[in-house]
């Protein structure tokens, strides 16, 4: 079935490094949609990629739409305690009913 | 504007206890659906439903049925409560094409 998996799974930085995380599905999407979730929080939509090959930025953050929208990447620079929490990316299900497929996650944690 | 609202909050049950999970939401949206959350494994798909009147299976219906109330309200019920079934459950809604998917405060269960 379709999947879509997340790496890393958790990562620890320290405030004012860069942190990455990349999103990779199994079969080609339409468009590809990031959320960030804060601990205890729900999840809360930051941005949608539908262009092969796109990039936007929001801030300190960028997000890039692979050429074979079969992958995607949120890059954060210089991070800060403010961007702790889990990020994932959803592709659209097969099958019609606006439906998402998630992403197992990466988790997020900032060190002063 | 209040979006997406889930009750309750937090529950404990006993294996074989039965239990509605309450969603409701005030943005006119189409679609709903409800997400469970386990760690590590992101947010998988139980149930959605696309329109007033219709419901469909996610990828993980087993032990769950829904009720599309009305246009405003989305139940899930646990007929059987199984200690497998503790999780944080998620609800959402959609209104169309390029929007993101807006999600409820989360329901936190324990099955003892």
């Given amino acids: 079935g379709q999947q879509v998996m997340q790496i890393p799974q958790y990562q620890h930085v320290q405030e004012g490094e860069d942190f990455t995380t990349y999103c990779n599905s199994s079969t080609t999407l339409s468009n590809i949609q990031w959320y960030k979730q804060r601990p205890?929080?729900?999840?809360?939509?930051?941005?949608?990629?539908?262009?092969?090959?796109?990039?936007?930025?929001?801030?300190?953050?960028?997000?890039?739409?692979?050429?074979?929208?079969?992958?995607?990447?949120?890059?954060?620079?210089?991070?800060?305690?403010?961007?702790?929490?889990?990020?994932?990316?959803?592709?659209?299900?097969?099958?019609?009913?606006?439906?998402?497929?998630?992403?197992?996650?990466?988790?997020?944690?900032?060190?002063? | 504007n209040a979006g997406v609202t889930q009750t309750p909050k937090f529950q404990v049950l006993k294996t074989g206890q039965s239990m509605t999970l309450q969603c409701a939401q005030d943005m006119n949206h189409n679609s709903m659906y409800w997400y469970r959350q386990d760690p590590g494994m992101g947010l998988r798909l139980i149930y959605y439903s696309a329109s007033e009147g219709t419901t469909d299976k996610g990828e993980v219906p087993n032990g769950y049925n829904v009720s599309r109330l009305n246009k405003r309200e989305f139940s899930l019920r646990l007929e059987s409560a199984a200690p497998s079934q503790t999780s944080v459950y998620f609800c959402a809604s959609y209104g169309a094409g390029g929007q993101p998917q807006h999600f409820g405060d989360g329901t936190r269960l324990s099955i003892l």
Avoid at chain 1, 54 to 66: A, D, I, N, S
């Fill in chain 1, 40 to 112: 205890g929080g729900h999840p809360v939509f930051l941005i949608q990629l539908v262009k092969s090959g796109e990039v936007k930025k929001q801030k300190r953050l960028t997000f890039q739409f692979g050429e074979a929208k079969k992958n995607s990447s949120l890059h954060i620079t210089a991070t800060q305690t403010t961007d702790v929490g889990t990020y994932f990316c959803a592709g659209p299900l097969t099958g019609g009913g606006n439906k998402l497929t998630f992403g197992t996650g990466t988790q997020l944690k900032v060190e002063l």
